[in-house]
C-alpha cells in the first residue's frame, strides 16, 4: 500500500499490529482520526499510554488493579475465604460476569507445559500456597481448561496445597453439556463424559 | 461399503479424472510410473485422511499447481456419502462430509474401513517395531474412536514428560509432584490403549492362523504375540522402576509406544527364521486378518485395496487370494492395480469375477466396460 504521508504510514502500521485488524482496516480507523476534532485523538491516545503506563496488577490476585489490590479483593462483601484459581484475566472477567460468584480470584497467568517450558515457577502457584498457608482459605475452585495441561495443572495444585493442608476442600467446575445444546449436536468426548460424571436429578434441578 | 466414483484434480500426475468403479473388483492396469499407485493412494487418503505412503499433503500436488482436490461418493450401509478433500498452499487442508467441514479429522477415522496391502509391507515383518505399532493404530483407531482420542492423548502426555525430564536434566533440578501430574495421565491412557492392543491381537491369532493355512496351504503355526512391559508389570510400577533410567537418558524409557507385535511361525521370530516366501505368505494373512477382524466387529465390508502385489507372488498364491476375495462374503470392493491384465483377467474369468478394467497412461485413464 502506498501513502502520500510518512505520517499516516506510521499509524496505519501500528494500528496493522493489532490483533484482528489488516492494512485496510487500520487506514480506515487512521482517517477516521484525522476526520475528527484533534481533542478526541489526545483523548484516546491518553488513555492508551495511561493505561499501559499506570496499570497495577493486585498483589492478592494478580487480577488488573487500579491500586495495591483489585476491586474484587478490596470488597468487603466478598467471601474471601473461597478462591477460584483461573489462568488469565479473560476468565476473570467471563465468571464475573455471570454474577453468580461471591468469592476471590487468583490468576496463574497460564497453564503448565513443559513442551512450550512453561513451569510452575513461570505460573503464580507460591503466592497461592502462600495464601492457603495463612489457614483463612477453605474452598479452592479449580475454573481452568478441561484440557491435558489444564489437567495437569489441576492435579499439581492439588497435591501441593494437600502437603501441607489436608482439610482444604478442592472441588473443580463441571464438565460436560453445555446449556441450550441438543444432544445429537455434542461431541462424542464430551458427551461420555457428562454420561460418566451424570448428576442426581434433584440436585441437577435445584442447580439451574 | 463401496466407492462409487472419484473425482481427482491436480493430484500428483492427474489434471482432472473422472472414474466411475464398479462394486466388485476393480483392475488397474499401467507401467510402472503411470499413476496406478496414486489412484489407490487417493481412495485411502479419502477414508483416512493422509497418504498410506507418507507423503506430505504438500507433495501429493500436481507440479506446477497450487492446489489438489479429492472428491468421493460412497455408499455405507444404503446412504450415500460425499467426501472431498483439498489441500491447497495458502489455505491448507479442509476435509469435507456431505459438505461440511470436520472440525477435527479425528472425527472421520473409521466412518470409511478399508486395508490395504503395498510391495513395501513386507517392512512389516522384516523392519522394527514402529511399522508394526503402526498398523496397530491404524487398525484399532478405525475400530474405536475411544482408542484414537486416547492415543492422541496419550503421545501429547508423552511429549510434555520427555520435555519437563529434559528440562530437569538442563535445570538440575528434580519437582517429584509435578512429574507425578504427568504420570497419572500416562497411566490411565496407557492401560487402556495396552487392554485394546491385548484383546485385538488376541482375537487376531485365529483369524491369522485360517488365512495363512489358506494362502500358502502351510502347515505351520503361526502367530503374533503381544510384547509389551505392561504385560508383566503395572505400568505404576514400570514407571517408578524405570524413573532412574528416565532422569539419565531424558525420555520415557517404558510404556505403550515401545511396545511390540512379534510375529512367529512354530515359536520363531519370523523375521529372522522365515523364509522370504513365508514372510509374504504371512504379511498377506495378517492384512486379510486384520480386514476380517474389521468386518467381524463393524458388520460392514471394508474396502480392499491390493498395490502391485502379484509380482512378488507366486500363480497358486494369487489364485488363492483371489479366490478367496471373491468368493467369501466378507469381502466386497476390491482395488486391484498390475503391470499387465492377462494373468489376472485369466483367473478372474476362471472364477466367474465381474469386474471393470482400467488402463493407466502418464495420468490418464481409458476404461474398459
Known amino acids: 500500500m502506498n501513502f502520500p504521508s510518512k505520517l499516516v504510514e506510521d499509524a496505519v502500521n501500528e494500528f496493522a499490529k493489532l490483533p484482528g485488524i489488516g492494512k485496510k482496516t487500520a487506514l480506515r480507523l487512521a482517517l477516521y482520526l484525522l476526520s475528527q476534532p484533534a481533542d478526541n485523538t489526545q483523548n484516546f491516545t491518553t488513555a492508551v499510554s495511561r493505561m499501559r503506563s499506570d496499570i497495577r496488577f493486585c498483589d492478592n490476585c494478580h487480577n488488573i488493579a487500579d491500586g495495591d489490590l483489585c476491586g474484587i479483593c478490596s470488597n468487603a462483601l466478598r467471601d474471601h475465604s473461597t478462591v477460584c484459581v483461573v489462568e488469565n484475566l479473560r476468565d476473570v472477567i467471563a465468571i464475573e460476569n455471570t454474577e453468580q460468584y461471591r468469592g476471590v480470584f487468583h490468576v496463574l497467568g497460564g497453564v503448565i507445559s513443559p513442551i512450550d517450558g512453561i513451569g510452575p515457577e513461570q505460573l503464580r502457584i507460591d503466592s497461592l500456597l502462600e495464601k492457603v498457608k495463612q489457614g483463612t482459605v477453605k474452598e479452592i475452585i479449580m475454573a481452568i481448561s478441561p484440557t491435558m495441561e489444564g489437567d495437569t495443572t489441576i492435579f499439581y495444585i492439588s497435591r501441593k496445597l494437600q502437603e501441607f493442608n489436608q482439610s482444604i476442600k478442592i472441588t473443580s467446575i463441571a464438565r460436560g453439556v453445555a446449556f441450550g445444546n441438543e444432544l445429537e449436536y455434542v461431541d462424542e468426548l464430551t458427551l461420555a463424559r457428562s454420561i460418566a460424571s451424570r448428576l442426581p436429578y434433584e440436585s441437577y434441578m435445584t442447580a439451574k | ?369
Not at chain 2, 114 to 134: F, Q, T
Not at chain 2, 283 to 292: E, H, N, T
Open chain 2, 1 to 369: 461399503m463401496q466407492l462409487q466414483n472419484i473425482t481427482l484434480t491436480n493430484y500428483k500426475n492427474y489434471v482432472q479424472t473422472n472414474l466411475s468403479f464398479c462394486p466388485t473388483v476393480n483392475l488397474i492396469v499401467g507401467l510402472n510410473g503411470a499413476g496406478k499407485t496414486n489412484l489407490l493412494d487417493a481412495i485411502y487418503s479419502l477414508c483416512a485422511c493422509k497418504s498410506y505412503f507418507n507423503y506430505s499433503d504438500g507433495q501429493n500436488i500436481r507440479h506446477d499447481s497450487n492446489f489438489f482436490r479429492i472428491e468421493g461418493n460412497f455408499l455405507v450401509e444404503n446412504k450415500s456419502e460425499n467426501i472431498v478433500f483439498t489441500y491447497s498452499v495458502q489455505k491448507k487442508k479442509d476435509f469435507m462430509r456431505n459438505r461440511l467441514s470436520y472440525d477435527k479429522l479425528s472425527d472421520h477415522i473409521g466412518l470409511l474401513p478399508l486395508v490395504m496391502i503395498a510391495p513395501d509391507d513386507i517392512a512389516l515383518v522384516k523392519e522394527g517395531g514402529e511399522l508394526r505399532r503402526k498398523l496397530l493404530d491404524t487398525t484399532l483407531s478405525q475400530l474405536s474412536s475411544d482408542y484414537l482420542h486416547t492415543l492422541i492423548l496419550y503421545n501429547k502426555v508423552l511429549q510434555h514428560r520427555n520435555a519437563l525430564l529434559k528440562q530437569f536434566a538442563e535445570q538440575r533440578l528434580y519437582d517429584a509432584t509435578l512429574l507425578q501430574s504427568f504420570d497419572t495421565q500416562l497411566l490411565a491412557t496407557g492401560r487402556t490403549l495396552h487392554q485394546h492392543r491385548q484383546t485385538f491381537i488376541a482375537a487376531l491369532n485365529p483369524l491369522l492362523q485360517q488365512h495363512y493355512e489358506h494362502i500358502s496351504n502351510g502347515r505351520e503355526t503361526v502367530n503374533g504375540h503381544y510384547e509389551s512391559a505392561l504385560n508383566q508389570k503395572d505400568f505404576a510400577l514400570l514407571l517408578a522402576d524405570n524413573l532412574t533410567a528416565d532422569r539419565l537418558q531424558q525420555r520415557t524409557t517404558e510404556g505403550i509406544h515401545r511396545d511390540d507385535w512379534v510375529f512367529q511361525s512354530n515359536g520363531f521370530a519370523l523375521k529372522k527364521y522365515g523364509s522370504q516366501g513365508q514372510q509374504k505368505s504371512f504379511l498377506i494373512a495378517l492384512k486379510l486378518a486384520v480386514y476380517q477382524y474389521i468386518y467381524q466387529q463393524k458388520q460392514q465390508q471394508p474396502i480392499l485395496l491390493l498395490d502391485d502385489i502379484f509380482d512378488k507372488l507366486d500363480a497358486q498364491r494369487i489364485y488363492q487370494l483371489l479366490r478367496l476375495t471373491s468368493h467369501n462374503p466378507a469381502f466386497g470392493q476390491v482395488f486391484i492395480s498390475d503391470t499387465q491384465a492377462t494373468r489376472l483377467e485369466a483367473i478372474f474369468h476362471d472364477l466367474k469375477v465381474v469386474y471393470k478394467k482400467f488402463l493407466v497412461e502418464d495420468g490418464v485413464v481409458t476404461v474398459f466396460e
